[in-house]
């Protein structure tokens, strides 16, 4: 995209990719993504706030080619996808300098090698003039390193928040035109990369309070002209509210465990718990993650292999120990050959849930008659654990 204009001499000056399909070689980008940058000139000083990834660097470029001077480039968060262009920003500006919180210090130092006497450092809360505007750099560790922040420009009441309300979506909008499927692609955000951090995530938002939003600009995705909508998304998702939900997550290799599971999904949806079903040898992995934002509980199904859980469950059990959801209870459900140490090997791999683990199900060979009674019994009392905190 070329500049655009967002209030006066505040420019959206990033580049929208629409084609990037995966992020951090894990990450799936069904819509693709934005690496947002924006340019604030004041009566006195001009101010880029972030890069772009490295790989959209002549559209970056070509957006700043009729700015002739760059006083401060704030650097809100190290990673290369705002961070990577910095270098370059510097040698075409030489007397610009780099603003960031001082934790960002030495990662901008350490990932992009840039000099400490080309950084300044702020503290939460300290302002920053450029004339006729005033910027309030506001902390915001662990959306989703420890060093981000965000910045506040008071005059035009716009806070720039970098990955903090993001979403990973590519759009010809600069703002959000329609609210629906910047939410799912929000929520997958914060669930990928910002759910392990929601006790810090509740306290930034309550630093929020003390200021007067009228526009978020996040570094991914398009701008908020109606806050709230965001705000609201994200108390919900940081708090410790559940859903009358189960993720089962399964894979099969020769049809017991897909037996099971279709069993079992139905014995659920029968006493009224909404089931989130994902098939893991073709899953989305960031559907998942969703999921994982409300759910009250995680089955998986699996066959074993090599005595051990199938190695696409393992994946699927890491991914969700290092995402810390909200889950109150976990069961497994499965079928081995003439051996296993599924269970053991699961309970294991899960030390960041906090789950009550629900008696398991695990049949040799084909399910009977009483596995099936078994798997009623696991749908009756996930059934009732859920009632019995209120889930609905
Ligand atoms: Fe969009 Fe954490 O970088």
Redesign the pocket.
């Known amino acids: 995209m070329r500049p655009r204009q967002i209030k006066d001499q505040i420019y959206a000056v990033g580049a929208v990719d629409w084609d990037r399909r995966l992020f951090d070689g894990l990450i799936p980008l069904p819509d693709g993504t934005s690496?947002n940058s924006y340019l604030v000139r004041g009566s006195e000083k001009t101010a880029l706030l972030d890069t772009v990834d490295p790989s959209k660097r002549d559209i970056f470029f070509e957006n700043l080619r009729e700015v002739a001077s760059i006083d401060y480039l704030i650097a809100h968060?190290g990673?290369q996808?705002?961070s990577g262009l910095i270098p370059e920003i510097l040698a075409k500006y030489p007397q610009a300098k780099v603003v960031c919180s001082p934790k960002a210090k030495g990662i901008l130092m350490d990932h992009l090698g840039l000099s400490g006497d080309r950084i300044l450092t702020v503290d939460d809360g300290q302002t920053l003039s450029l004339g006729d505007r005033t910027f309030e750099f506001v902390h915001t560790p662990w959306v989703?390193?420890p060093e981000?922040m965000g910045t506040y420009l008071r005059e035009d009441k716009v806070f720039f928040s970098?990955?903090f309300f993001?979403s990973h979506i590519a759009q010809s909008d600069l703002f959000v035109a329609d609210e629906a499927p910047v939410y799912e692609a929000a929520k997958r955000y914060f669930a990928e990369?910002m759910m392990p951090f929601r006790t810090a995530i509740q306290k930034n938002l309550e630093r929020l309070k003390t200021l007067e939003i009228g526009i978020i600009a996040p570094?991914?995705g398009p701008l908020y002209g109606r806050p709230e909508f965001i705000l609201e998304a994200y108390r919900e998702w940081t708090s410790d509210r559940l859903r009358n939900e189960a993720v089962v997550a399964y894979i099969s290799m020769h049809g017991s465990t897909a037996s099971m599971v279709d069993h079992f999904v139905a014995a659920l949806a029968e006493r009224g718990v909404r089931v989130h079903q994902f098939n893991l040898a073709e899953t989305d992995i960031g559907k998942l993650a969703v999921a994982l934002v409300d759910a009250a509980t995680i089955v998986l199904g699996t066959p074993a292999v090599h005595i051990g859980p199938h190695p696409r469950i393992a994946h699927a059990v890491f991914l969700a120990n290092a995402l810390r959801p909200k889950l109150k209870f976990a069961s497994i459900i499965g079928s081995y050959g003439w051996g296993h140490k599924i269970v053991e090997q699961i309970a294991a791999m899960i030390p960041n849930l906090k789950v009550e683990v629900l008696a398991p199900v695990i049949c040799r060979g084909k399910p009977r008659e009483g596995d099936f009674a078994a798997l009623e019994k696991l749908a009756e009392t996930i059934a009732r654990k859920h009632a019995e905190l209120g889930l609905k």
């Open positions: 690496y968060h990673e996808d705002h989703h390193w981000t970098c990955d993001g990369i570094s991914h």
